[in-house]
């Protein structure tokens, strides 16, 4: 058996099988290089570092949480007993005992070298703020309560805050493009916007915030009705949150601009985001039936892109202040029931 420190070079096939002599890989072409993983210098770390174990047991430090996981389910493969270590001082640590420190390197050191041209190594397109916001409840917890009320009344808020293109248009009663969009047909149609919806915002807040992506994808919707408002000359009833949703689609579809710019990458890297976020609204927002309102579907996405454009431009002390963001949000709520006041009293 081959006797690996944490920082050996990353084995060969030739001493894979022989388990002697080192083998160094050849470097990789610039174009393809990508940081490798290792295993971390436990000789770097200091006493207060490194937590207690019992003795006959020795310490693997990992780089996070879900390497620790992942090399752990390495070492299962060869029925290495291991213990995945509560995170000390932030950082984690797999547990194995002494007799099988040298062989779960050993392991850990090929899984890595076999799977160094992995994608899902490589850089993820996050400049700030986390992957995903639990703050899209407050958009559901609204949708939802509009819902219930309807159901309640009898249809009475359908009636109110339908967008009906006369009303606007000869009566003046402009809250209904804001109205319309907390409102559906049925429990089919609702759940479908909810299901895709709490994902696309959760996705659009965690990087731009809560306050602010409900803003740009509520004002993409907006927009979705007031398209629709142009493209029918003639009198036609529109009800849904699909254009809020799409909104939300077009926020994430702008915000790899900033890394673009800086990593000073060409646009080529975000041909795969673009692809993604066309093929989304092709399969949630396109649709042959009569009865899905596109031109709503297709404002609310072009929305979506045309607000998350300035959003980017917006400094992140601003976009990561709780206060503000907490503002915003509190100016959604009360702005949307404003127009349900408009809507009821006339």
């Known amino acids: 058996m081959a006797n690996y420190s944490d920082n050996d070079p990353l084995p060969g096939p030739s001493e894979k099988r022989a388990g002697q002599g080192h083998f160094k890989p050849p470097p990789l072409p610039e174009e393809a290089a990508v940081k490798p ?45 291991y213990t995945v270590m509560h995170p000390h001082n932030g950082r984690w640590f797999l547990k194995v005992s002494a007799e099988d420190h040298a062989r779960s390197l050993e392991m850990i050191h090929l899984y890595l070298f076999e799977n160094r041209h992995w994608s899902w190594n490589r850089e993820m397109i996050l400049l700030r703020g986390k992957l995903f916001s639990w703050g899209g409840l407050y958009w559901v917890f609204l949708v939802l309560l509009v819902y219930l009320l309807n159901y ?24 209904r493009i804001v109205t319309a969009t907390f409102l559906h047909a049925d429990i089919g149609h609702l759940a479908s916007n909810l299901s895709l919806g709490i994902l696309l915002f959760g996705l659009a807040m965690g990087y731009y915030g809560v306050g602010w992506a409900l803003i740009g994808a509520s004002l993409g919707g ?125």
């Open 152 to 175: 309640l009344t009898h249809d009475a808020l359908k009636t109110y805050g339908i967008m009906d293109s006369e009303r606007v248009l000869m009566n003046g009663e402009w809250w």
């Open 37 to 81: 993983l290792k295993i971390p210098d436990l000789g770097n770390l200091s006493q207060t570092d490194l937590p207690e174990i019992e003795e006959g047991t020795k310490l693997i430090p990992a780089p996070s949480k879900r390497l620790a996981m992942e090399w752990g389910l390495v070492l299962s493969s060869q029925r290495i007993t």
């Open 222 to 346: 907006f927009c979705g009705n007031l398209l629709s408002l142009f493209l029918h000359q003639s009198q036609y009833l529109s009800l849904g949150a699909s254009g809020v949703v799409t909104g939300a689609l077009g926020l994430l579809t702008i915000y790899w601009l900033p890394w673009i710019y800086a990593k000073s990458r060409p646009l080529r890297f975000a041909y795969s985001m673009l692809a993604g976020s066309a093929l989304i609204f092709i399969l949630a927002g396109l649709s042959p039936d009569p009865q899905v309102n596109v031109p709503a579907h297709l404002g609310g996405y072009l929305g979506g892109i045309f607000f998350g454009a300035i959003l980017i431009f917006i400094p992140d002390r601003f976009l990561e202040n709780t206060e503000l963001n907490v503002a915003l949000t509190i100016l959604w709520f009360a702005f949307s029931a404003f127009c349900w006041f408009l809507a009821v009293q006339y």
